[in-house]
């Protein structure tokens, strides 16, 4: 079964960090587009960042929403499919359910999208609180 989890949230004082993580079953998540997206209350969910998938010579390369300012970066994990969103300064702004998603298509190469109608396949969410 295809599944993905995030994981990680939680609440954050303004300047800290988190790291979410993005677990995958049923498929080997390396290979496929990934993307990161976040939602706040009473506002469209609006992209993070995304990485495309590996190839057999090539390792996916990630980008980033004009929104996260260079704070956030987007890593692979080989050794248990997942994929992580290192967050750092963070803002109250920041505030949001955060997802991954991916549309399950091998595209080594093909980059990646900043769309949320371009994935079909969603975790549940995890909430990320920035407060003092």
């Known amino acids: 079964q295809v599944q993905l989890v995030e994981s990680g949230g939680g609440l954050v004082r303004p300047g800290g960090s988190l790291v979410l993580t993005c677990a995958a079953s049923?498929?080997?998540?390396?290979?496929?587009?990934l993307g990161w997206f976040r939602q706040a209350p009473g506002k469209e969910r609006e992209a993070v960042g995304c990485?495309?998938?590996?190839?057999?010579?090539?390792?996916?390369?990630?980008l980033y929403s004009d929104s996260t300012e260079s704070r956030f970066t987007i890593s692979k994990d080989y050794t248990d499919n997942t994929v992580h969103l290192q967050m750092n300064a963070l803002k109250p702004e920041d505030t949001a359910v955060y997802y991954c998603?991916?549309?399950?298509?091998?595209?080594?190469?093909?980059?990646?999208?900043?769309?949320?109608?371009?994935?079909?396949?969603w975790g549940q969410g995890t909430q990320v609180t920035v407060a003092s």
């Open positions: 990485i495309d998938g590996d190839g057999r010579s090539y390792r996916g390369v990630p």
């Open positions: 998603a991916t549309d399950l298509v091998l595209n080594a190469g093909s980059g990646c999208y900043l769309k949320a109608q371009k994935y079909d396949r």
């Open positions: 049923g498929f080997h998540l390396p290979y496929y587009r």
